[in-house]
């Protein structure tokens, strides 16, 4: 009778329930019996994890990260500048990343989770705050939020795999590599001038070093990426998402300083020359590539490889270009008549040349191929450094603007007859 009985209860309990043990306790989060491992994200098979409301909540900060990037571009628009700009765009960028690898195995619904994320969050404001002065008065607090994140996500994160021993003593041996970047952060936080950036590049060059070197660390040895159990299209998807906050900050560019300027003809076609490069950029990343690259790791037999190349690195190029052709259409549509004077030539140039050159690389990464269409655009981007001393904003944008738009058509060309065949 009792057998009877826990038979009849069993088969009363929802199928979801019995089925994954993960879904019950996330929906008793505050239980304090829940088991450890339950912290990993349920992986449903026939799909991917979707992005949560949490982790679209913490990408807000990041909004304002891209906004002070690009805002310290404009006002520094020096070889110094470039330089400088370039490393605290290395440096939000790995910050970011480097918390949604977290998130692709840890479950942001649950309870401890949201609280480091929301943590990260708090600290990520003192560091996009310092943005700024980070090179002036604020150096050192920007060194120490930028080292809290990384640490102490890190270290989160082992003790939260501390029931899966192999990604525990990866994020073990990610935490030694933050500790002694950590040390050259807040040294350069400390010094000044040539100092600190000879410091932070020394800094960001062994952060990025350690993913392609498996965080070896001594006594543990490394990780081999084919190890990695990554969930391809959730990252895919994350970072479609923050080439989407890189996107949005170029449009607030255009649209504020449009909006504070007589709209003659000449300033109201600056404003659509640009719009059309950002519609441009959107097009070729989403139409085709951001879906077919999220199928492409999906069904990887070495995600991990994949993943770490095409989106850890790869994908920081087009977000790049993203952010200095915001720049570039801001001093456009500001100055679109005369000669293009050597910033506003570099940036309108160069903002699409970073991105075609990250999506040519990324492709690569993703599907094994060079695609034609981006290398004939790099080649038509080059073409026009020497013209450009000889022609105005206005026309360089929109020269740029159109090379964009010939790679959209062959996208279209390529890629449209596939997706209605599969249809």
């Given at each position: 009778?009792?057998?009877?009985?826990?038979?009849?209860?069993?088969r009363s309990i929802p199928i979801h329930f019995r089925?994954?043990?993960?879904?019950?306790?996330?929906?008793?989060?505050?239980?304090?019996?829940?088991?450890?491992?339950?912290?990993?994200?349920?992986?449903?098979?026939?799909?991917?994890?979707?992005?949560?409301?949490?982790?679209?909540?913490?990408?807000?900060?990041?909004?304002?990260?891209?906004?002070?990037?690009?805002?310290?571009?404009?006002?520094?628009?020096?070889?110094?500048?470039?330089?400088?700009?370039?490393?605290?765009?290395?440096?939000?960028?790995?910050?970011?990343?480097?918390?949604?690898?977290?998130?692709?195995?840890?479950?942001?619904?649950?309870?401890?989770?949201?609280?480091?994320?929301?943590?990260?969050?708090?600290?990520?404001?003192?560091?996009?705050?310092?943005?700024?002065?980070?090179?002036?008065?604020?150096?050192?607090?920007?060194?120490?939020?930028?080292?809290?994140?990384?640490?102490?996500?890190?270290?989160?994160?082992?003790?939260?795999?501390?029931?899966?021993?192999?990604?525990?003593?990866?994020?073990?041996?990610?935490?030694?590599?933050?500790?002694?970047?950590?040390?050259?952060?807040?040294?350069?936080?400390?010094?000044?001038?040539?100092?600190?950036?000879?410091?932070?590049?020394?800094?960001?060059?062994?952060?990025?070093?350690?993913?392609?070197?498996?965080?070896?660390?001594?006594?543990?040895?490394?990780?081999?990426?084919?190890?990695?159990?990554?969930?391809?299209?959730?990252?895919?998807?994350?970072?479609?998402?923050?080439?989407?906050?890189?996107?949005?900050?170029?449009?607030?560019?255009?649209?504020?300083?449009?909006?504070?300027?007589?709209?003659?003809?000449?300033?109201?076609?600056?404003?659509?020359?640009?719009?059309?490069?950002?519609?441009?950029?959107?097009?070729?990343?989403?139409?085709?590539?951001?879906?077919?690259?999220?199928?492409?790791?999906?069904?990887?037999?070495?995600?991990?490889?994949?993943?770490?190349?095409?989106?850890?690195?790869?994908?920081?190029?087009?977000?790049?270009?993203?952010?200095?052709?915001?720049?570039?259409?801001?001093?456009?549509?500001?100055?679109?008549?005369?000669?293009?004077?050597?910033?506003?030539?570099?940036?309108?140039?160069?903002?699409?040349?970073?991105?075609?050159?990250?999506?040519?690389?990324?492709?690569?990464?993703?599907?094994?191929?060079?695609?034609?269409?981006?290398?004939?655009?790099?080649?038509?981007?080059?073409?026009?450094?020497?013209?450009?001393?000889?022609?105005?904003?206005?026309?360089?944008?929109?020269?740029?603007?159109?090379?964009?738009?010939?790679?959209?058509?062959?996208?279209?060309?390529?890629?449209?007859?596939?997706?209605?065949?599969?249809?």
């Amino acid at each position: 009778m009792k057998t009877k009985a826990r038979r009849t209860i069993k088969r009363s309990i929802p199928i979801h329930f019995r089925l994954s043990p993960f879904r019950l306790a996330t929906r008793h989060e505050g239980n304090a019996d829940m088991p450890r491992r339950q912290m990993l994200r349920d992986r449903a098979e026939g799909g991917h994890a979707r992005v949560t409301y949490v982790e679209l909540f913490f990408d807000l900060v990041f909004v304002f990260a891209v906004t002070q990037l690009s805002h310290g571009l404009m006002a520094h628009p020096t070889l110094l500048g470039v330089a400088q700009t370039g490393l605290l765009l290395m440096a939000v960028w790995w910050a970011w990343i480097f918390t949604a690898w977290v998130t692709n195995w840890l479950d942001p619904e649950l309870r401890p989770v949201q609280v480091m994320l929301f943590v990260v969050m708090v600290v990520g404001m003192v560091m996009t705050m310092s943005i700024p002065e980070a090179f002036g008065d604020r150096g050192l607090i920007f060194a120490l939020a930028f080292v809290a994140i990384q640490l102490g996500r890190s270290v989160f994160t082992a003790w939260a795999m501390r029931d899966h021993p192999f990604q525990s003593r990866n994020f073990i041996r990610i935490s030694a590599w933050f500790a002694a970047s950590g040390v050259l952060w807040i040294s350069g936080g400390l010094a000044e001038g040539g100092a600190r950036l000879a410091l932070w590049g020394g800094a960001i060059a062994l952060e990025y070093l350690s993913p392609a070197l498996g965080f070896w660390t001594p006594g543990m040895g490394r990780a081999r990426a084919e190890e990695w159990d990554v969930e391809g299209g959730h990252l895919a998807e994350r970072c479609a998402l923050f080439t989407i906050i890189a996107l949005g900050e170029s449009i607030l560019v255009m649209g504020a300083t449009t909006a504070s300027l007589p709209w003659t003809p000449i300033v109201v076609a600056a404003f659509l020359a640009s719009f059309a490069g950002s519609l441009a950029m959107w097009w070729i990343y989403f139409s085709f590539t951001a879906e077919a690259a999220s199928e492409a790791i999906s069904h990887a037999k070495d995600p991990g490889r994949v993943a770490r190349v095409a989106y850890t690195y790869t994908h920081l190029l087009p977000i790049a270009g993203i952010i200095v052709t915001a720049v570039a259409d801001e001093w456009t549509i500001h100055h679109p008549l005369g000669h293009a004077d050597l910033k506003t030539a570099a940036a309108l140039i160069g903002g699409p040349f970073l991105f075609v050159l990250g999506g040519l690389l990324f492709k690569r990464a993703v599907f094994r191929l060079w695609a034609p269409a981006q290398v004939v655009a790099l080649l038509a981007l080059a073409a026009l450094i020497p013209v450009s001393p000889m022609i105005s904003p206005l026309v360089l944008s929109i020269a740029t603007t159109v090379v964009l738009l010939g790679v959209c058509v062959r996208e279209a060309l390529v890629h449209g007859p596939r997706r209605a065949r599969a249809a």
